[in-house]
Each structure stands twice: as C-alpha cells, then as structure tokens.
C-alpha cells in the first residue's frame, strides 16, 4: 500500500494513526513530487538548493514522552500536515524538547526542519517572533527572520506566491499553537 494512502479499521471505519516511519516515507514522498514540479520548471525561486536540503533533513522526528504541549495544522490549501510536541522549561518561558512530524510539502518541511533544528533552547518570545516575522516577510515584503532562525530567509522567494504561503508558516503555527497548549495546560493544573 502506498505511504499516502490512509490505513483504514474496517471495524471502526476511523483513521489509524500509522508510525512514525510512515510520516517520514511520506515526507519524502511530497518532497520527491516537489523536486520533479522543479526540475519540470517549476519557480526554482521557490525550490532552490538550500530549501531542498533542509526539506529532506528534518531533525527531530518522532514524539516525546509526555510532551507539555503539542499541536497538529493542516494546510487547507495543499493538504499539508505538520504534529509538533514540546517541553517548556518550568518557568514557561524556553523549549526544552521538541519532537515532530511531517506529511508536508517541500516549503512546509524546509520551515519545520529550521524550526526544529533550532527550537530547543529557544524561547518562547523568540518563536512567537520568528512566526510574527515569516508571516510579514511573505504578506508585507517584511524582511526575513533573524537570530537562531535566521535561515527561513531561504523561504523569501515564496513571498510571490501567496497559494503557497499557508504551507509555508504551517510548522511556526504548529509551534505557536503547541506553546499556547503548554501553557494552558499549566494554567489549568
């Protein structure tokens, strides 16, 4: 069976959540079809060298054991989906684990592999400011995001194509809502 075809319980007639291998043939999968859109002539603007190699190279994969906070975004645009699990220092304010998943488009994998390469250690202020960023770098011709997640600047050249943006800031989203769920997880206890 195909990674992309959904795994079916007869009995139940609900989605199984398959391992985490499967996301990763997957991920691969979406970015194989995104090479070949490049390579059919398809914007390299969009898909040059930098953003393909962190596309294929996403650190972090899998899942924590009791994570904090965790969040799951799809992009209504391209079917695009990103999971992120996190840990947040005891005061809130950093991250101290991230593990993550991806059945996403090259632009959105070349996102989360930045942020998940650099998430650990990160605080939350600075993730929050990386999202307010790549969302005004694409929709406001704002300049990229600096600092630990300087390397989304790979990304400016998806500012011309606003269908692709939603893709494109999946993974930030999936961090911010993924910290939101962390914290209102403390709140409540």
């Known amino acids: 069976m195909p990674a992309e075809a959904p795994v079916i319980n007869a009995s139940l007639r ?22 070949q859109c490049q390579l059919k002539g398809m914007s390299g ?21 009791a994570p904090d906070g965790k969040a799951h975004k799809v992009s209504r645009v391209c079917g695009s989906e990103i999971w992120i699990e996190l840990d947040l220092s005891e005061d809130g304010e950093t991250i101290t684990g991230i593990a993550v998943k ?9 996102t989360l592999s930045v942020l998940s390469e650099h998430a650990v250690g990160a605080s939350v202020e600075e ?18 995001p ?6 989304l ?28 769920d962390a914290l209102a997880k403390r709140d409540a206890a």
């Open 14 to 35: 609900k989605p199984l959540v398959p391992p985490a291998s499967v996301f990763a043939c997957a991920h691969k999968t979406l970015v194989e079809r995104d090479l």
């Open 45 to 65: 603007d969009l898909y040059h060298n930098r953003v393909l190699e962190l596309a294929v190279d996403i650190p972090n994969i899998g899942e924590l054991y």
């Open 102 to 110: 991806s059945k996403a488009c090259a632009l959105g994998a070349a």
């Open 127 to 144: 993730v929050y400011e990386a999202r307010d960023k790549m969302r005004a770098m694409l929709k406001e011709g704002g300049p990229p």
């Open 146 to 151: 600096e600092g630990r997640f300087w390397e």
């Open 153 to 180: 600047r790979h990304l400016e050249g998806v500012r011309d194509y606003p269908q692709r943006h939603m893709s494109t800031l999946l993974a930030l989203d999936a961090a911010v809502a993924a910290i939101e």
